[in-house]
């Protein structure tokens, strides 16, 4: 009972079944052998990669415009290359197992995507609150996720050895999920909540 009959998908074994029952005293197997506690760091930092993959899953079923859920839906795979990255420590033990990679100039292409969703967004001229349409508060709590994941992935970073692409990419993620909500908003005609501090009595 709960043994792991794995098949293939794109090099890395996917379990046929949901429970293996070798998690039950609260530990957790990573890419290419070894076991830590789920409250480690490593896994605190691809468990928020999914947690925001989740978040974009969601932000589908909310956003309007065609445009912004195919980029939405582009990066969902992104995120599993990530957590494949972050679930495999670099150890000079036995043979690192077979990872997925981004495609190439990923980064670049977020970055060509945030400059143009500002070049059709009006000039931002206050502090806006997070919510507006359901697909642009979608997006804005995805970017706080992003931000957090983000952090943990900085943790880690203080005691491992992490890829720098990975910090990167959700850095620069961030920034083009705010871009996206404002954009969702825009495209929607709905104006976005804007920050008015309270004056003193």
């Keep these: ?8 998908a794109g090099g890395i074994d996917v379990p046929k079944r949901i ?3 070798t998690g039950d005293a609260g530990e957790t197997g990573l890419f ?4 830590v506690s789920k409250a480690s760091p490593r896994v605190e930092a691809y468990g928020e990669v999914d947690e925001l993959n989740a978040c974009l899953g969601w932000a589908l079923t909310q956003v309007a415009d065609a445009q912004v859920r195919e980029r939405i839906a582009s990066l969902q795979p992104d995120l599993l290359v990530l957590g494949a990255h972050l ?4 150890s000079g033990r036995g043979r690192r197992p077979w990872l997925p990679e981004l495609p190439a100039g990923r980064v670049e292409a977020l970055e060509r995507w945030i400059d143009e969703a ?6 931002l001229d206050a502090f806006i609150l997070p919510g507006g349409s359901a697909g642009g508060a979608a997006l804005h709590l995805a970017r706080t996720v992003c931000r957090r994941a983000e952090r943990r992935v900085a943790a880690l970073a203080a005691e491992a050895a992490v890829a720098p692409w990975i910090l990167t990419y ?8 705010f871009d996206l909500a404002r954009l969702e908003n825009h495209r929607a005609g709905t104006p976005e909540p804007r920050w008015e501090p309270r004056k003193e009595p």
């Design 19 to 21: 429970y293996t029952r």
């Design 32 to 35: 290419g052998g070894g076991r």
């Design 170 to 177: 959700l850095n620069r993620l961030s920034d083009l999920l």
């Design 118 to 123: 500002e070049d059709a967004l009006p000039a």
């Design 1 to 8: 009972m709960g043994r792991r009959n794995a098949s293939s």
């Design 87 to 90: 679930a495999t420590p670099a």
